[in-house]
Structures are given as structure tokens and as C-alpha cells.
């Protein structure tokens, strides 16, 4: 091959290189600064019988907080049971992580599961984190979300990603209503990403307010065979 060629070639896959989103290079870990996004906003549903919806979520809120957006969860549902230690790993790895914050509003025990709790403790814990929704819906909708939020500031001065964790499963539940879930949804601030998970049933009541819909599905599971949750997969 002649020079010209050479060059010819080196000058090809440069151009190539130089319009794919990482120019080339090799991703490297770099300090975590406060910034904003700039195409945050859509509203995300995470449901289905398989593993993974949870999983998913705190992914995606890892990789936002990475990029230096405020994150935070508020977990449904997930108040303890016989089968789970007080203390989840994600917990820990939140609590370390600039940016990302999250609050637990679940009854110990699992509702409709024979366990010893209570039905009224249930439908308390779930309507009190809904109303705690409500409050970091309007208050990120008083926040300037095309800006930089402080990374150690709390929810309530607002987030760019509210992920509700189990919400889904709540409303399948009947502890909070699907209309109140739907009119939360509808009074969301324009660029906050709002992402909800959980339940088996296909939310119909939201389809047409989503932008993103994932049916997680199972094809088979361990806990089929009676394998309880595991610690470092499970929580």
C-alpha cells in the first residue's frame, strides 16, 4: 500500500472515529462534578414477573449520578422480611455515592403473604410514600432542572431522576389507587425523568403517559426450586 494510501485510510477511520460518542477513545473514570442533562424527561415503566426491574432502575440511577445529576429512589413495598437483612448492599453503595440518595417507605413483611403483618400497617406505609412522592414531584417541579443540582443537597430542593421503586406493585396491590398514580405522573415537571417499577400486571392505566414501557419477564428463576433470596443478588 502506498503512502498515499496509508493516509488515505488513517484519515477514513479518524473521521469514523471522531463521530461516534466516544471519539475513539478508551472510557476512563473521572471526577464526579455537578451537572444537569439535557434530554432527561421521559416518564420510564419497569414491570413484569421476571428479576430485574429494581436491578435496572438503580442502574440507570448509578449512571446518571456518575454523570454528576441528582438521583434519588423511594422504595415501595420493601420494608424487611425473614429472608433479607436490614442493611441492602445498594444501600451501602448509594450512601457512597455522590449524588444519589434514596428512602424507604415499606412495611416489614409483604403484603397478602400469610407473614404476620398487618394490612393496615401496608396500605399506611404505601399511602404515606405516596404522598411523599407527590412532595419531590413538586418539588423538582420548583427546582431548575437545566441546571446543576448540589450533589449532597436533599431531594426535597429537587432531583433530575425520581425513580419510584415498586410503585407498580403497590397499585397492583390495591394500596394506592391507579388515578392518584396516573395524576402524579401528569403533574410532573417537564425535564425530570421519572421512572417507576414493579407488579406483574401489565399497567394499562399508564401506557399512554410512558415513553418507555419494559416488560421484564421470567423464563425461570431459582426461587421456582425454593431457593430464598441471595445475599449481593437479591438485596
Known amino acids: ?23 475513539g477513545r478508551t472510557p476512563t473514570a473521572r471526577p464526579i462534578e455537578p451537572d444537569a442533562p439535557g434530554e432527561f424527561g421521559l416518564v420510564q415503566l419497569w414491570w413484569g414477573d421476571g428479576k430485574g426491574k ?13 454523570h454528576g445529576y441528582r438521583v434519588h429512589m423511594l422504595q415501595f413495598m420493601k420494608g424487611g422480611a425473614s429472608s433479607v437483612e436490614d442493611v441492602r448492599g445498594e444501600y451501602n453503595a448509594i450512601d457512597h ?36 412522592a407527590e412532595e419531590l414531584v413538586r418539588a423538582a417541579g420548583e427546582a431548575t432542572l437545566d441546571e446543576s443540582l448540589p450533589l449532597d443537597g436533599p431531594p426535597d430542593a429537587g432531583v433530575h431522576m425520581l425513580i419510584l421503586d415498586e410503585i407498580l406493585y403497590a397499585v397492583n396491590r390495591e ?60 438485596y
Open 175 to 234: 394500596l394506592i389507587d391507579s388515578e392518584s398514580v396516573v395524576a402524579l405522573v401528569e403533574s410532573k415537571p417537564e425535564s425530570l425523568e421519572l421512572v417507576l417499577t414493579g407488579g406483574h400486571r401489565r399497567p394499562e392505566y399508564l401506557l399512554d403517559h410512558a415513553d418507555l414501557v419494559t416488560n421484564v419477564r421470567k423464563e425461570k428463576h431459582p426461587i421456582d426450586d425454593g431457593q430464598r433470596a441471595r445475599k449481593g443478588t437479591e
Open 97 to 132: 455515592f455522590p449524588g444519589f440518595s434514596y428512602e424507604n417507605t415499606g412495611n416489614y413483611g409483604w403484603h397478602g403473604f400469610l407473614d404476620g403483618s398487618e394490612d393496615d400497617e401496608h396500605v399506611a406505609k404505601a399511602k404515606a410514600g405516596f404522598a411523599r
Open 1 to 23: 500500500m502506498s503512502n498515499d494510501e496509508t493516509d488515505t485510510t488513517e484519515t477514513t477511520r479518524d473521521g469514523q472515529l471522531q463521530r461516534t460518542p466516544g471519539k
Open 54 to 66: 429494581t436491578t435496572a432502575a438503580l442502574g440507570m440511577g448509578f449512571r446518571a449520578a456518575g
